[in-house]
């Protein structure tokens, strides 16, 4: 088994959107334990998506004895997915999953798909590919699609999708598109959500929503490499307040960082692939600004890469575990 175990900010608003006070991520009524999805390595057997479960946020069992959940070769359009990110929709009911459409033996700019999936009962999906370079006119030099993500915008009603995207020697770049009704294709062009003012590189976007504020955080990369964050009111709006300092709680190299809120808590869970080390670093914070690191407190009986974590029902913590095996602490 791998044991891997403030005061809160004053924002500057910069708009006039008065936002609705929630986020489907943190709901918490009748949330009883968390669903963790990741994947596990280069190796095309280790690209595909897998869960586990985790009763206080900490501890992990994986189901499926580690074993992927869905068949990449069925889902993609490379054989493998990598960094998946799952979401509970706004109505509290539904799911959405987006992936790296991407096998990292073909190269890292090998890559010009993402998958989408969605579920009403976290065992049964519907999946979609959206290639980039195909489905957009001037795409000719896109070199890569990473680290697709998915949020809610109240404002405009529909699913954000974002994720980073290179073009011939430029830096990668943080797009956005909402997805249709169906959540099987995006509607209209790719637009920039997030460029920071030094132009750098941006990767691994991740965006979660607390008291009015979106909080963006992603890793740079060619220049002090590290996570870091951007505020905004306003998705679409291009207007970020980027934040000093890096996040993470270590120097050595790591990307995917992925938060959730704790059940019935005020405390949020920043974890990060620690990928050189082969190793996963989760931090706490109450006002998403200061973090410190928990590992001392978690524990899993698997080695995750890139992946995200929502909150569960007991009834849906069941369903999982009767499709694909309760782990033996949880018998």
């Not at 068949?71 to 706004?90: F, M, Q």
């Not at 941006?202 to 504020?213: A, L, W």
Request: charged content about 25%.
């Amino acid at each position: 088994m791998m044991r891997i175990r403030s005061n809160l900010k004053k924002y500057l608003l910069i708009g006039t959107v008065v936002l609705p006070l929630f986020s489907c991520a943190t709901k918490s009524t009748n949330k009883g334990a968390y669903l963790f999805a990741y994947f596990t390595g280069n190796e095309q057997s280790e690209e595909a998506v897998r869960f586990a479960v985790s009763m206080d946020g900490f501890k992990y069992w994986a189901l499926n004895e580690n074993e992927p959940v869905l068949d990449s070769k069925e889902i993609s359009s490379t054989g493998g997915v990598r960094d998946p990110h799952i979401l509970r929709g706004a109505d509290d009911n539904s799911f959405y999953m987006v992936l790296t459409d991407m096998t990292s033996n073909k190269g890292w700019d090998s890559n010009r798909a993402m998958v989408l999936l969605k579920s009403n009962d976290l065992v049964n999906w519907t999946s979609s590919v959206i290639n980039i370079q195909e489905k957009y006119e001037g795409q000719e030099d896109l070199k890569r699609v990473w680290a697709p993500q998915t949020i809610y915008d109240p404002v405009v009603g529909k699913y954000m999708v974002y994720w980073s995207m290179q073009h011939g020697t430029g830096p990668d770049i943080i797009y956005y598109a909402y997805a249709n009704d169906d959540f099987t294709d995006l509607e209209g062009e790719p637009e920039v959500l997030f460029r920071p003012r030094s132009g750098i590189s941006t990767i691994d976007g991740d965006i979660i929503f607390k008291n009015g504020i979106f909080h963006l955080f992603y890793k740079t990369e060619g220049h002090g490499n590290g996570i870091c964050e951007a505020l905004t009111d306003s998705l679409g709006s291009g207007r970020w307040i980027e934040q000093p300092g890096y996040k993470q709680q270590t120097s050595e190299a790591v990307e995917g960082s992925s938060i959730f809120k704790l059940i019935e808590s005020d405390t949020y869970i920043m974890m990060y692939d620690v990928y050189m080390k082969g190793s996963y670093e989760f931090c706490e914070s109450v006002d998403l600004d200061q973090f410190k690191v928990v590992d001392h407190a978690v524990d899993m009986n698997f080695h995750p890469r890139h992946g995200s974590v929502i909150q569960i029902t007991q009834e849906e913590l069941q369903r999982v575990m009767d499709k694909w095996g309760a782990p033996n602490d949880l018998r």
